[in-house]
């Protein structure tokens, strides 16, 4: 495979003047940010005060040294692999320090003498396993898969004493290993700019380099300067590109690193990577979980890779493992002044807030806050406070999830000395821990905290599940290793492979003649015993012991795989035909650049698929993460969390926890509630507390509401139609009511049916008895008795609306409520057009020629035909939507109402037909209005027309627009004052000559009292109706 390569990769177009310039300035600008973090006081060519008197170039370095104090190591060989790793405390993580903040002096002298306490933990799951990979799994040679061609492969470690400075001190001295590819010096500043070295006087070649890079000619003085030349290999080079020695112990260091890994904190990534950034260095951090370091095209850290997930996962997984046991009350603290706990408290407030889990109290602090001594202790009292949270996150460092933690231990002595152990027992918390403090050996290490962690859970950084295999595999082999290291190979390997192994067997074992050189931090005490004893071996225990787990063993054994692994990929990029002496040299060009990257980027993993690329597009593995207790005695796995990818491509977050592996206690116990919802009395519930987020209190339910069974949570509001019982513990349906006959409303309206139907039948009989008079033959008697049956009818159906509804009961009464509409109207109708064809008639002065059709049977036709066709819409209308039963409920009402649901839209049809019968029925009606002879019986069809007109009116929208329990009674209504009107503006005036004014029922009658203005207007009207009607 060959792989895209250019020497010089830019990130500028157009004219290339102005590009270097540009470039100049920008690298110019960087170079001196580095410097100013770095310190005001330090310079390239003054590293310690040995220097200050010599004339020497920017980039001499002191010789890497085998000391067990130092800071610098390098195992020189073809191609370098940069590892920067926290081995020493600084200033304010040692006991007892009065410095609290980070030092200014980065010289070595300065870190010397600052940089003095060994952290064994540190050399155990970093720079150890980091060097194991390279010695032991690849034995310092990386193969090709062209024939016969392989290289030697080193590294060079450099100690970052945790601190921002030193960070860019080392960062800086990698950059002088880089090697310069198509540039001239340090960030492409023109020698010119920069002090010359004194001009050299000796080649040498690489295979005359010794063993800790210092160039020495073992047969030259000391004094002499000597160089590689290797401009014929590499044009444009200078001699400050390799092997350049400088006076008194210094010397400019071979440029061959390839790759870095280290960066091991979130707060020192941008700085460091910037430099590296500059320089073109690809480098992969094991453990920065910051969340602004996306590196993918286009990104702000073009090189830099990770193996470790970022903080928004690890704030997702710890919101989930709330969400799992039912938590939503919860304490968040957070280390502040750094990259790693302020932005990790931001993604855990909003991955609570989706999970709708309330954050009680949050806050953050910090070990170099110079209020820490009254910040910690109000976190403390506010721990008490929120009694109701027994759950913590905490997502913080290891020194202030220890100072915290003392705070706590120091307020529960307290406590408990004055009596107070209520207060005391507030303080029991269960804790849910980051990775930084939750794979901290020194926090389990100390026995004296347990009393502030009674249960923890933290998260520690894992590899993908499909890796589980492959990394499992390598972590056994290095286990092995370190069970079989005695004396006498720690002897051997601090001198050619990791000066400071020496000083963690001293360190571990107390003794004090592993290391052949003295050092600053031996103990006295160490000197009395030998560490030749052959019981001094490291076991499972006592690793598990130093470093529990392993820390980060995992992710720096990931990074350091793909460092190699990427390496090699650029090795079989290069051309079979290459010569061999040539093919180093190009190995380090590829790796300036992007080939680099885009090696890292395509390493190959073996999986449970086979072969899987570990990185993803953002250059960082899928989040995952391994549950552990932890406590100082034990230290397991529960479950784990990860981040997979579905088969439609969708991310989602998979959980798993074995609740039965958990070490709950007596203070902490397995079913601890972690809410601030009170548990209430009987036929109470909760409501919200405006003044605590996710804090309820008890109130009385209410009616409409049942109480919850156990006394926790909401009164819960009953369905339509129910109500709570007396005691509130469950819903019952209400009360059905309707139109009932013992009803008040139903009452009414028997009483009211039965008076009018006693009328209508009174007016009956009347008619029936005076049917031969001339009033009743005017009124065509036998229409007038077909419309008061039609009444009676009407006023019978009025009372079908009374009664529990069913879907029969309301299938009847649709199908009866229309008819006696239809028929009494069209009866109207009919007889109204009868006396206006006959007005007509006889307003034209002629005889009607077709009177068949005023004869009575033809009336009674023409009823029955008006009658069949609104009959028949009813029939169609309604068995094509059959009505129903419907519940009338309303909070303000304790009873359901049960009604017909009629289909509003199908009726109006219908209804709309009655209409236009009763208004073409009121224009006949009023073009008869002037008839004599009738006992202006035409006036009074009008006037009843009008008046039916007036009540389908008003009662429409009742009806068709409410919904109400009087529905049934308004269509009962609309029926009553239907018929009254007909009789009252009918047949009322009939009854009164039939009864109180005989003498006018009579021909003569209806012409006497007129005056002769009425004969003389009427006269011809009368005469022509006289004989149209004969």
Same mark, same amino acid.
């Given at each position: 495979?060959?792989?895209?390569?250019?020497?010089?990769?830019?990130?500028?177009?157009?004219?290339?003047?102005?590009?270097?310039?540009?470039?100049?300035?920008?690298?110019?600008?960087?170079?001196?940010?580095?410097?100013?973090?770095?310190?005001?006081?330090?310079?390239?060519?003054?590293?310690?005060?040995?220097?200050?008197?010599?004339?020497?170039?920017?980039?001499?370095?002191?010789?890497?040294?085998?000391?067990?104090?130092?800071?610098?190591?390098?195992?020189?060989?073809?191609?370098?692999?940069?590892?920067?790793?926290?081995?020493?405390?600084?200033?304010?993580?040692?006991? =007892?320090?009065?410095?609290?903040?980070?030092?200014?002096?980065?010289?070595?002298?300065?870190?010397?003498?600052?940089?003095?306490?060994?952290?064994?933990?540190?050399?155990?799951? $970093?720079?150890?396993?980091?060097?194991?990979?390279?010695?032991?799994?690849?034995?310092?040679?990386?193969?090709?898969?062209?024939?016969?061609?392989?290289?030697?492969?080193?590294?060079?470690?450099?100690?970052?004493?945790?601190?921002?400075?030193?960070?860019?001190?080392?960062?800086?001295?990698?950059?002088?290993?880089?090697?310069?590819?198509?540039?001239?010096?340090?960030? =492409?500043?023109?020698?010119?700019?920069?002090?010359?070295?004194?001009?050299?006087?000796?080649?040498?070649?690489?295979?005359?380099?010794?063993?800790?890079?210092?160039?020495?000619?073992?047969?030259?003085?000391?004094?002499?300067?000597?160089?590689?030349?290797?401009?014929?290999?590499?044009?444009?080079?200078?001699?400050?590109?390799?092997?350049?020695?400088?006076?008194?112990?210094?010397?400019?260091? /071979?440029?061959?690193?390839?790759?870095?890994?280290?960066?091991? *904190?979130?707060?020192?990534?941008?700085?460091?990577?910037?430099?590296?950034?500059?320089?073109?260095?690809?480098?992969? !951090?094991?453990?920065?979980?910051?969340?602004?370091?996306?590196?993918?095209?286009?990104?702000?850290?073009?090189?830099?890779?990770?193996?470790?997930?970022?903080?928004?996962?690890?704030?997702?997984?710890?919101?989930?493992?709330?969400?799992?046991?039912?938590?939503?009350?919860?304490?968040?603290?957070?280390?502040?002044?750094?990259?790693?706990?302020?932005?990790?408290?931001?993604?855990?407030?909003?991955?609570?807030?989706?999970?709708?889990?309330? /954050?009680?109290?949050? +806050?953050?602090?910090?070990?170099?806050?110079?209020?820490?001594?009254?910040?910690?202790?109000?976190?403390?009292? $506010?721990?008490?406070?929120?009694?109701?949270?027994? @759950?913590?996150?905490?997502?913080?460092?290891?020194?202030?999830?220890?100072?915290?933690?003392?705070?706590?231990?120091?307020?529960?002595?307290?406590?408990?000395?004055?009596?107070?152990?209520?207060?005391?027992?507030?303080?029991?918390?269960?804790?849910?821990?980051?990775?930084?403090?939750?794979?901290?050996?020194?926090?389990?290490?100390?026995?004296?905290?347990?009393?502030?962690?009674?249960?923890?859970?933290?998260?520690?950084?894992?590899? &993908?599940?499909?890796?589980?295999?492959?990394?499992?595999?390598?972590?056994?082999?290095?286990?092995?290793?370190?069970?079989?290291?005695?004396?006498?190979?720690?002897?051997?390997?601090?001198?050619?492979?990791?000066?400071?192994?020496?000083?963690?067997?001293?360190?571990?074992?107390?003794?004090?003649?592993?290391?052949?050189?003295?050092?600053?931090?031996?103990? #006295?005490?160490?000197?009395?015993?030998?560490?030749?004893?052959?019981?001094?071996?490291?076991?499972?225990?006592? /690793?598990?012991?130093?470093?529990?787990?392993?820390?980060?063993?995992?992710?720096?054994?990931?990074?350091?795989?793909?460092?190699?692994?990427?390496?090699?990929?650029?090795?079989?990029?290069?051309?079979?035909?290459?010569?061999?002496?040539?093919?180093?040299?190009?190995?380090?060009?590829?790796?300036?650049? #992007?080939?680099?990257?885009?090696?890292?980027?395509?390493?190959?993993?073996?999986?449970?698929?086979?072969?899987?690329?570990?990185?993803?597009?953002?250059?960082?593995?899928?989040?995952?993460?391994?549950? !552990? $207790?932890?406590?100082?005695?034990?230290?397991?796995?529960?479950?784990?969390?990860?981040?997979?990818?579905?088969?439609?491509?969708?991310?989602?977050?998979?959980?798993?926890?074995?609740?039965?592996?958990?070490?709950?206690?007596?203070?902490?116990?397995?079913?601890?509630?972690?809410?601030?919802?009170?548990?209430?009395?009987?036929?109470?519930?909760?409501?919200?507390?405006?003044?605590?987020?996710?804090?309820?209190?008890?109130?009385?339910?209410?009616? #409409?509401?049942?109480? &919850?069974?156990?006394?926790?949570?909401?009164?819960?509001?009953?369905?339509?139609? *129910?109500?709570?019982?007396?005691?509130?513990?469950?819903?019952?349906?209400?009360?059905?009511?309707?139109?009932?006959?013992?009803? &008040?409303?139903?009452?009414?309206?028997?009483?009211?049916?039965?008076?009018?139907?006693?009328?209508?039948?009174?007016?009956?009989?009347?008619?029936?008895?005076?049917?031969? !008079?001339?009033?009743?033959?005017?009124?065509?008697?036998?229409?007038?008795?077909?419309?008061?049956?039609?009444?009676? @009818?009407?006023?019978?159906?009025?009372?079908?609306?009374?009664?529990?509804?069913?879907?029969?009961?309301?299938?009847?009464?649709?199908?009866?409520?229309?008819?006696?509409?239809?028929?009494?109207?069209? +009866?109207?109708?009919?007889?109204?057009?009868?006396?206006?064809?006959?007005?007509?008639?006889?307003?034209?002065?002629?005889?009607?020629?077709?009177?068949?059709?005023?004869?009575?049977?033809?009336?009674?036709?023409?009823?029955?035909?008006?009658?069949?066709?609104?009959?028949?819409?009813?029939?169609?209308?309604?068995?094509?939507?059959?009505?129903?039963?419907?519940?009338?409920?309303?909070?303000?009402?304790?009873?359901?109402?049960?009604?017909?649901?009629?289909?509003?839209?199908?009726?109006?049809?219908?209804?709309?037909?009655?209409?236009?019968?009763?208004?073409?029925?009121?224009?006949?009606?009023?073009?008869?209005?002037?008839?004599?002879?009738?006992?202006? *019986?035409?006036?009074?069809?009008?006037?009843?027309?009008?008046?039916?007109?007036?009540?389908?009116?008003?009662?429409?929208? &009742?009806?068709?627009?409410?919904?109400? #329990?009087?529905?049934?009674?308004?269509?009962?209504?609309?029926?009553?004052?239907?018929?009254?009107?007909?009789?009252?503006?009918?047949? +009322?005036?009939?009854?009164?000559?039939?009864?109180?004014?005989?003498?006018?029922?009579?021909?003569?009658?209806?012409?006497?009292?007129?005056?002769?203005?009425?004969?003389?207007?009427?006269?011809?009207?009368?005469?022509?109706?006289?004989?149209?009607?004969?």
């Amino acid at each position: 495979m060959h792989l895209p390569v250019r020497s010089n990769d830019t990130m500028l177009t157009g004219d290339p003047a102005a590009k270097s310039m540009a470039k100049r300035l920008v690298c110019a600008a960087a170079f001196l940010l580095a410097v100013h973090l770095v310190s005001a006081q330090m310079t390239l060519d003054s590293t310690s005060s040995s220097l200050k008197n010599h004339d020497q170039h920017p980039t001499c370095m002191p010789l890497p040294s085998t000391a067990p104090d130092s800071h610098y190591f390098k195992k020189n060989a073809s191609v370098v692999i940069g590892g920067l790793f926290p081995l020493f405390k600084r200033p304010d993580e040692i006991q =007892g320090s009065s410095n609290k903040f980070p030092f200014a002096d980065v010289s070595d002298e300065g870190i010397q003498k600052t940089c003095s306490e060994f952290r064994s933990y540190r050399l155990v799951d $970093n720079s150890q396993i980091f060097a194991y990979v390279i010695n032991n799994v690849y034995n310092g040679t990386l193969q090709s898969t062209v024939p016969g061609r392989s290289i030697d492969i080193g590294y060079t470690l450099a100690d970052s004493c945790s601190s921002l400075f030193v960070n860019s001190r080392m960062a800086l001295r990698f950059a002088s290993e880089i090697p310069l590819v198509g540039r001239k010096s340090f960030c =492409g500043l023109r020698d010119e700019l920069l002090p010359q070295c004194p001009q050299p006087s000796v080649n040498i070649s690489a295979s005359d380099m010794n063993s800790n890079g210092s160039g020495t000619d073992p047969t030259t003085e000391p004094s002499t300067n000597v160089y590689r030349d290797v401009s014929s290999e590499n044009p444009g080079a200078t001699t400050e590109d390799v092997g350049v020695m400088c006076p008194s112990g210094t010397s400019v260091p /071979i440029r061959n690193m390839a790759i870095a890994v280290g960066l091991t *904190e979130s707060r020192v990534v941008l700085p460091v990577s910037t430099i590296f950034t500059i320089e073109k260095l690809t480098h992969i !951090s094991p453990s920065a979980t910051g969340n602004g370091f996306v590196n993918h095209s286009g990104g702000q850290l073009p090189y830099f890779f990770r193996t470790a997930a970022p903080d928004q996962s690890q704030a997702q997984a710890l919101i989930d493992i709330v969400v799992h046991f039912k938590w939503n009350y919860i304490i968040a603290l957070a280390s502040s002044n750094d990259n790693y706990g302020t932005p990790g408290l931001i993604k855990l407030q909003q991955a609570a807030l989706l999970a709708n889990v309330c /954050i009680a109290y949050s +806050t953050t602090f910090s070990s170099v806050d110079p209020l820490r001594d009254v910040v910690i202790p109000d976190i403390v009292n $506010n721990l008490m406070l929120y009694d109701d949270a027994k @759950v913590v996150i905490l997502f913080a460092r290891s020194y202030e999830a220890e100072l915290l933690f003392k705070a706590i231990v120091e307020t529960r002595e307290n406590l408990s000395r004055s009596g107070s152990m209520l207060r005391a027992k507030k303080l029991d918390k269960l804790w849910l821990g980051s990775d930084y403090w939750g794979t901290s050996s020194r926090l389990q290490q100390m026995k004296n905290l347990a009393p502030a962690v009674p249960v923890a859970l933290v998260l520690r950084p894992r590899l &993908p599940l499909n890796f589980t295999d492959f990394i499992t595999e390598r972590v056994n082999g290095y286990v092995d290793y370190l069970l079989s290291l005695t004396t006498r190979d720690v002897r051997q390997q601090s001198e050619t492979d990791n000066p400071w192994l020496c000083h963690f067997w001293e360190d571990v074992f107390g003794c004090g003649n592993a290391c052949s050189q003295s050092y600053a931090g031996r103990k #006295k005490s160490w000197a009395n015993v030998s560490c030749d004893n052959p019981k001094f071996r490291l076991t499972l225990s006592k /690793i598990e012991e130093i470093a529990p787990r392993l820390g980060w063993t995992r992710n720096i054994l990931a990074a350091t795989e793909l460092s190699v692994r990427a390496l090699k990929i650029l090795l079989d990029s290069i051309p079979a035909d290459t010569p061999a002496d040539q093919v180093t040299d190009r190995l380090l060009t590829l790796a300036n650049g #992007k080939a680099m990257r885009e090696a890292v980027r395509n390493v190959t993993f073996p999986c449970t698929q086979g072969e899987c690329q570990l990185l993803t597009r953002v250059s960082e593995p899928s989040p995952a993460f391994s549950i !552990s $207790n932890f406590i100082t005695q034990n230290s397991s796995d529960v479950g784990h969390w990860e981040l997979v990818t579905g088969a439609e491509g969708k991310r989602k977050a998979v959980l798993q926890l074995q609740e039965d592996l958990i070490l709950w206690s007596e203070r902490i116990p397995a079913n601890i509630s972690s809410t601030c919802r009170k548990k209430c009395g009987f036929g109470q519930g909760t409501k919200d507390n405006p003044d605590r987020p996710c804090c309820t209190e008890c109130i009385d339910c209410s009616k #409409k509401e049942r109480a &919850p069974e156990n006394g926790i949570g909401s009164c819960e509001g009953c369905g339509n139609g *129910e109500t709570a019982s007396e005691n509130r513990t469950a819903c019952i349906p209400l009360p059905r009511k309707f139109l009932d006959w013992g009803d &008040p409303i139903g009452i009414v309206l028997t009483v009211a049916v039965v008076v009018c139907m006693s009328l209508v039948i009174f007016t009956l009989a009347v008619f029936c008895y005076y049917r031969a !008079s001339p009033v009743a033959k005017a009124s065509d008697y036998h229409l007038m008795i077909l419309i008061l049956i039609g009444m009676l @009818v009407g006023y019978a159906v009025a009372l079908v609306q009374i009664g529990r509804p069913s879907k029969l009961h309301c299938l009847v009464a649709k199908l009866a409520q229309s008819p006696p509409f239809i028929f009494t109207t069209a +009866t109207l109708l009919i007889k109204t057009s009868r006396l206006a064809r006959m007005a007509i008639a006889a307003q034209q002065m002629v005889t009607f020629t077709r009177k068949w059709t005023l004869s009575i049977p033809a009336q009674v036709i023409f009823i029955c035909i008006v009658s069949f066709i609104g009959i028949t819409l009813e029939l169609t209308l309604t068995l094509t939507h059959t009505p129903t039963v419907k519940e009338l409920y309303h909070d303000d009402t304790p009873h359901v109402y049960l009604l017909c649901d009629y289909d509003s839209k199908r009726s109006a049809v219908l209804d709309v037909y009655i209409v236009i019968l009763i208004l073409v029925t009121s224009v006949f009606a009023f073009i008869t209005r002037k008839m004599p002879m009738n006992f202006n *019986e035409a006036r009074h069809i009008f006037l009843t027309s009008f008046c039916l007109c007036a009540v389908w009116g008003m009662l429409a929208p &009742p009806i068709y627009f409410s919904d109400t #329990k009087y529905v049934a009674v308004l269509y009962s209504l609309r029926l009553l004052t239907h018929m009254a009107a007909i009789w009252l503006f009918l047949f +009322t005036p009939r009854l009164y000559i039939f009864l109180f004014r005989k003498h006018r029922n009579s021909v003569y009658a209806d012409h006497v009292g007129r005056g002769s203005r009425r004969r003389r207007s009427g006269g011809a009207l009368s005469v022509a109706s006289d004989r149209a009607a004969t």
